[in-house]
Structures are given as C-alpha cells and as structure tokens.
C-alpha cells in the first residue's frame, strides 16, 4: 500500500490521525509505503505494484493522469471534490479485493 500524506502545515489538527492510519495499514498488509509521489503511487498501483494508494490534499496536476491510468487498469477509486481555490483533491484507489476494507479505514481521515 502506498500513501501520500498532506503537508505538515496543511491540516496540523488530523496530521496524528493519518500517522495512525499509516501504522494500521502497515501493521495489516505487507508494508505501507510514502513513495512522496502520487503521481508514481498510482501508476504502482494500477500495474499491480501495490494493491491500493491513497492520498490528502494533492494538486491537481499531481493525481489526474494517475487516477486515469489506475481506473483504465481497473481500479475502485472515490475521490473527494476537488477544491477549485487550492486546486486540492484527496483520493483512494484500490485493487477490488481490499478496496471495501480499506475503504472502512481510510474515509474518516482522508474524506
């Protein structure tokens, strides 16, 4: 699994609740990994690299090709509006066989 975590200054607030998520996915699958790309995390994941991705408050132009590559291989992908101010957006793309599970985990801290 891979994920790219918001700024340290963008949400201070729910910055230990994604660090717990992290730790949570990491102790429930073969590792949890921060590549610090999403752009990169996506494109593993629709290549079968990773079995999903998810990440908070990514620009725009960082996620849209990877979101288009991961869903065209298939993926479950729930993306959050994008916020046309910032040009900010959270996602989650995931392989089927976890998506439901991880979904559970990742909405309350990501969405």
Not at 5 to 16: E, I, T, V
Not at 54 to 79: F, Q, V, Y
């Amino acid at each position: 699994f891979s994920v790219s975590f918001s700024g340290k200054n963008y949400d201070p607030a729910n910055r230990m609740s994604e660090f717990k998520l992290f730790a949570e996915i990491n102790d429930h699958s073969r590792g949890c990994l921060r590549t610090g790309s999403a752009a990169l995390n996506l494109a593993y994941m629709a290549e079968g690299r990773f079995s999903g991705c998810w990440g908070k408050a990514n620009k725009s132009w960082d996620i849209a090709a990877g979101l288009l590559i991961a869903e065209l291989a298939g993926a479950k992908i729930i993306t959050k509006p994008f916020d046309e101010k910032n040009y900010q957006s959270s996602y989650l793309a995931c392989n089927a066989m976890v998506f439901d599970v991880i979904h559970e985990k990742v909405t309350p801290v990501i969405f």
